[in-house]
């Protein structure tokens, strides 16, 4: 049963990794959208303040753009850490997501610091090594945020089950969703405080994981926290939970995409390569003409009338 | 409770008369405002026989009514093979990554609804829910086309028949894709493009279309030059009474050029302002001629009328009329395009254009406020600002402010020459529509004008009244900067309809009028409130 574990951490791994490179790949693999950009985008410097563009330049063309990486981080920072937009537009619902998403990255960072003791103990070190000192704050993470994560999913399972507005837009993915989360928290807290309460039996777990050492698990609860939490690892990228990453794209390539194309090969090829795309729809006034590209489509008028 | 409210997804799919109405007592109250509505007036059985009018009251998206269970198939088989072609890159390429994303990363938690005007104008219908129309949509994508594992028992069970598509085609239309509930996304969903992609459907593929924005409106003008049929002979005609007449009541001499080879600038008007708001044409000519402008008009096909219906429901016409306005200015060789006042025009050719057309015809694109402010601040023009005292505020357009970020030029402008300008809250980037956004502006069929008034155009009229809450009645007069033709054209209406000017003695127009009526080069009262 131990193998078959650490057999699942691994596919875990792998799906996970499959799942990400292929939303991320499927994205960028698609041709560039056209500029749909929304104001404000952040990185617009002062501008951005009053939500203005270098399009309120004269001659904008011939400028200087300046792209400012501080009003990015300005704006991602309190959206990413404290989810800004929810509060700002959405507050019933902020207190639920928030602790939740809190739980979440207190995990992802309790993970990070496990790594490092992972890392640690490969190499070497001790248990008085200078990199262990980190486990009290790795123990605050990882239990903070399973306490978190599971408040926040059940809050946000309660809030879809009986609020009629979210009820009503709410799929049994998010149920399943939710409910995978309550399931695997509820028994990741329970082994946290009975059986692991230092996550050694993690790390230890990880450390056999990364050198092939399939040396059996010590603890069943444990087993089955570990089992719930690959599923659920590999299973995230796949739904609209990979939001995660996808936001990147969905703020920096669309909502802030006011590249323009000025002496812009990239985009110019872009043009180029799509105009030849064919066209296959049936309107009459697209349909019908012997025009079977963007091109000819694009430059050919269905009602031309003969110059006068 | 309302019972609309309970308006479920599957209601959709339902026999019955129709989805919803929005009742009087539903809508939003406005500030000191003792106008009852009315119920609405009821479609007329003739079109009502002639084609599907089961959304609401209204019928915007005239959807043939299908007779036989053949032609009920065929509008769903149609509507879904669209909607595949919708989800290729060949066929979408334009959209293809936006869609995709808010169809698959869209968490359905409803933060966008508050942002949405006409949610809150119709009391909060469920129908105006931004995510009610896409999650309809969704639910076919995901069943229909894309064909995830067990999608109808992930997402939700929906029933595909031919009032499921008819509805959501009709519903595609009451949204004016001023995208102000994209802009609060959490995660960057855009359910408004959603609307214009489901339109993009009914126009590309199954040919349905809404004749003030295709017949009368994009093919109008690929075929006489204009939306508004003017050809070149009438247009040059019309602008040049124009010159005429301002220039005998401004006492200052102007005449607009055309096809000037090599000017500097080529200024594409929306030439819906030559025949209802020639004060504007005249004021751009006024303007440039003191600014002492290298510039001129193009009399070449689509390229005197800067409108591109297009970019409201279908991207071939949207390009079609692009390539036409740049191969008019490469044609002249000016070294520039200016966007006269109008919203989605500067949208449509400086920005979404930008993606669209080649390199021999991607010419130099801007907008006229930056210039206008420039111009203004450069001392070119003499100007009082006393002859602008009186109440100003100013629309921000959306297609101006939210979705290209020209903000900041007209409040400078208006800064200096109107002493009593204030801001309608919220405006910029966070601005409310007019409620004309995306055609409806130009549109007055069975009760479309209704819906303009109390539903779209509510929260707009609430902003106004607030933004003038220190000078209500009558006495003082006050004027609604609206930079956007079609902004103006629902605000005239609206005004019209409620009687604004007489009972309020307000009045909108333009950015440029009031620049002239500061000149001091020109004669007194430009700017009029009432008819002389």
């Not at chain 2, 008369?17 to 009315?38: H, I, Q, R």
Request: with cysteine; proline share 5%; charged share 20%.
């Amino acid at each position: 049963m131990s193998i078959l574990i650490y057999l699942l951490g691994y596919i875990a791994v792998i799906a996970f990794l499959i799942s990400v490179i292929h939303r991320v790949v499927s994205y960028i693999k698609q041709p560039m959208h056209v500029r749909w950009e929304l104001y404000p985008v952040a990185h617009e410097g002062k501008r951005a303040a009053h939500g203005g563009s270098y399009l309120e330049d004269v001659d904008w063309w011939k400028k200087k753009r300046e792209k400012s990486l501080i009003g990015e981080l300005k704006v991602m920072i309190p959206e990413i850490f404290f989810l800004k937009a929810v509060w700002e537009h959405n507050r019933p619902l902020w207190l639920s997501t928030y602790a939740f998403h809190l739980g979440l990255y207190l995990i992802c960072g309790f993970l990070g610091l496990l790594m490092i003791n992972v890392f640690a103990q490969i190499i070497g070190c001790t248990e008085n090594c200078l990199v262990l000192t980190v486990s009290p704050l790795m123990i605050f993470m990882g239990g903070a945020g399973i306490v978190l994560c599971l408040v926040g999913s059940i809050m946000l399972f309660q809030k879809r089950l009986n609020e009629p507005e979210l009820r009503e837009y709410s799929g049994t993915d998010h149920y399943v969703n939710l409910g995978m989360f309550i399931v695997s928290m509820s028994i990741s807290l329970i082994t946290w405080l009975f059986v692991d309460p230092k996550f050694i039996m993690a790390r230890d777990f990880i450390v056999n994981m990364i050198q092939f050492n399939f040396t059996p698990i010590p603890n069943n609860l444990f087993g089955l926290q570990m089992i719930l939490a690959f599923i659920l690892f590999a299973y995230i990228p796949m739904t609209h939970m990979s939001h995660f990453f996808m936001k990147y794209f969905l703020y920096h390539d669309i909502r802030w995409g006011d590249e323009p194309n000025v002496n812009n090969l990239k985009v110019q090829a872009h043009i180029g390569s799509v105009l030849n795309y064919p066209v296959s729809w049936s309107a009459s006034h697209i349909a019908g003409h012997g025009k079977t590209t963007w091109a000819e489509v694009a430059t050919f008028n269905p009602v031309a009338q003969p110059e006068s | 409770m309302n019972a609309n409210k309970k308006l479920s997804i599957n209601d959709v799919s339902k026999d019955t008369e129709k989805l919803t109405s929005v009742k009087p007592e539903d809508l939003m109250s406005l500030p000191s405002w003792n106008v009852k509505e009315e119920d609405w007036k009821p479609i007329s059985e003739d079109l009502k026989e002639k084609y599907v009018c089961i959304l609401d009251d209204t019928l915007i998206l005239p959807v043939p009514k299908p007779k036989t269970i053949q032609e009920e198939e065929a509008l769903v088989n149609q509507f879904i093979e669209g909607m595949r072609k919708l989800f290729t890159k060949e066929n979408n390429w334009t959209f293809l990554q936006i869609l995709e994303t808010t169809m698959n990363h869209c968490a359905r938690c409803n933060t966008c609804s508050d942002a949405c005007h006409l949610f809150e104008a119709s009391g909060r219908n469920e129908m105006y829910r931004p995510i009610y129309r896409s999650e309809i949509f969704r639910r076919i994508y995901k069943t229909y086309v894309k064909k995830e594992p067990f999608a109808k028992w992930r997402y939700g069970d929906l029933e595909l028949n031919w009032r499921t598509v008819a509805r959501l085609g009709e519903m595609a239309y009451r949204c004016n894709i001023c995208r102000r509930c994209a802009q609060t996304c959490p995660i960057g969903a855009d359910n408004a493009l959603v609307a214009r992609e489901i339109r993009k459907i009914f126009s590309q593929e199954m040919g349905i279309t809404v004749p003030e924005l295709h017949e009368k409106g994009s093919m109008l003008q690929l075929e006489k030059g204009s939306s508004t049929a003017m050809t070149k002979l009438v247009v040059k005609d019309n602008v040049e009474f124009i010159d005429e007449d301002f220039s005998e009541e401004t006492g200052f001499e102007i005449e607009t050029p055309w096809d000037v080879e090599g000017a500097d600038i080529l200024l594409i008007h929306n030439a819906g302002e030559i025949l209802a708001w020639p004060e504007n044409i005249a004021a751009f000519s006024i303007i440039f001629k003191a600014a002492g402008l290298s510039w001129t008009l193009s009399s070449d096909l689509a390229a005197y009328d800067s409108i591109n219906y297009g970019v409201f429901y279908d991207d071939v016409q949207f390009a079609r009329t692009a390539l036409l306005q740049a191969q008019a200015a490469k044609k002249l060789g000016v070294k520039k395009i200016v966007l006269g006042e109008c919203g989605h025009a500067h949208k449509a050719l400086t920005v979404i254009a930008d993606r669209v057309l080649p390199e021999e015809l991607n010419v130099p694109r801007e907008s006229c406020f930056p210039l206008l402010r420039d111009i203004v601040m450069s001392g070119k023009l003499k100007l009082d600002p006393s002859r602008n005292n009186f109440p100003v505020t100013i629309h921000d357009p959306c297609n101006l402010t939210r979705l290209m970020g020209i903000i900041k030029p007209q409040r400078d402008i208006l800064n200096k020459i109107c002493p009593q300008f204030r801001e309608m809250h919220p405006h910029g980037a966070h601005n409310y529509c007019c409620g004309g956004g995306s055609g409806y502006a130009i549109m007055s069929r069975n009760t479309i004008p209704e819906w303009r008034f109390k539903v779209a155009g509510r929260k707009k009229l609430e902003q106004i009244l607030n933004a003038f809450s220190d000078s209500r009645g009558p006495e003082q007069k006050k004027y609604v900067c609206a930079p956007c033709s079609n902004c103006k054209g629902q605000l005239r209406d609206v005004f019209e309809h409620y009687e604004l000017l007489e009972k309020e003695s307000l009045i909108y127009n333009g950015l440029v009028e009031l620049i002239v009526n500061a000149m001091v080069d020109v004669n007194p009262g430009y700017v009029k409130w009432e008819e002389e």
